[in-house]
């Protein structure tokens, strides 16, 4: 049993060295399936990192959130004030920001550069707004009642939560990530047929040797071997290749999305799939590569009959 098990070792270590030189021996051909396969497993994961990413931003967005109180026009900013002590008191705000309605239209004339049409204005159009922070324990059915509730007093005009947009996106993005699952097993198969095929064409040029070796006496899993070594290696190769494709295109926007997120104060950063993310990727490459193989194998080297 010893020695056995040592020649299989052996068997085993010399299948992986001469697969690994038959492929190596053809580098062009190599490449270019090396190329297809990591291309095919570089689009999903690209895609999955890019809804990482917008997950991270959208994050920041969500918080703080803010409920605007839009008071009635007959509010005058003393009673907006109290108002704005007495939501303070509730355990469920946060802090309440008053914006009067002189700083409101100061502000809007500002940013819409219209600030000598707005100053030949007779009145004011604009109300007094308050800006309540909910207390952060709130999830969001919790900011909703809070909402309706502010919505029903006397001396608001209208509570607003902008939260729909942010619905939307996070809808958005589950719908994304569906169809990148979806995508990435439609590619992940594809994958497996690709590299079923290059097994296949390996079979049939090697058919006489196979035939020789099952007429001294050799067993299907001795000739199955050096081919499964020939898909572990195309597929090693191939996720190797999509971890290099991944960091290469987020290396090239790294410096416009850095641009953008300065010009809006932000410190938010691309992240890719780091170097755990890269051995994962020629993992599943390596395994996709034996499955192939596996199947072509099975397929073909039974059909292969010495006569």
């Known amino acids: 049993m010893a020695d056995q098990y040592r020649a299989w070792l052996r068997h085993h270590r010399l299948s992986a060295a001469e697969s690994l030189q038959r492929v190596l021996e053809r580098p062009f051909s190599s490449l270019m399936t090396w190329l297809v396969i990591g291309i095919a497993l570089a689009l999903p994961v690209g895609l999955s990192v890019t809804l990482d990413n917008a997950a991270e931003l959208s994050a920041r967005w969500e918080s703080p959130t803010q409920i605007s109180l839009f008071l009635h026009t007959d509010v005058d900013a003393a009673a907006a004030a109290e108002l704005a002590q007495a939501l303070e008191r509730s355990a469920e705000v946060a802090q309440v920001h008053l914006v009067s309605r002189d700083d409101a239209l ?118 199955r071997r050096p081919f499964l070594y020939t898909g572990l290696w195309y597929g090693v190769g191939g996720g190797l290749v999509a971890g290099l494709v991944v960091n290469a295109a987020l290396w090239y926007l790294q410096g416009p999305v850095g641009e953008l997120a300065r010009l809006y104060q932000s410190g938010f950063e691309l992240r890719g799939p780091g170097i755990m993310g890269v051995l994962n990727l020629v993992i599943i490459g390596g395994l996709l590569g034996l499955a192939g193989a596996w199947l072509a194998v099975s397929r073909h080297l039974a059909a292969i009959v010495p006569r």
Do not use: C, H, Y
């Open 106 to 223: 100061a502000e809007f004339g500002a940013l819409s550069g219209f600030a000598e049409v707005l100053a030949e204005l007779d009145d004011n159009p604009l109300p007094n707004l308050l800006l309540v922070t909910p207390a952060p324990r709130l999830d969001q059915d919790a900011v909703r009642t809070l909402r309706d509730n502010l919505d029903k007093r006397d001396k608001v005009d209208e509570a607003v939560l902008d939260m729909q947009w942010l619905q939307r996106l996070n809808s958005l993005m589950d719908l994304g990530r569906r169809m990148v699952m979806a995508v990435g097993a439609l590619l992940l198969v594809g994958v497996i047929l690709i590299l079923g095929n290059t097994i296949r064409l390996a079979i049939e040029n090697r058919r006489d040797e196979i035939v020789i070796v099952k007429l001294v006496g050799g067993s299907n899993p001795f000739v």
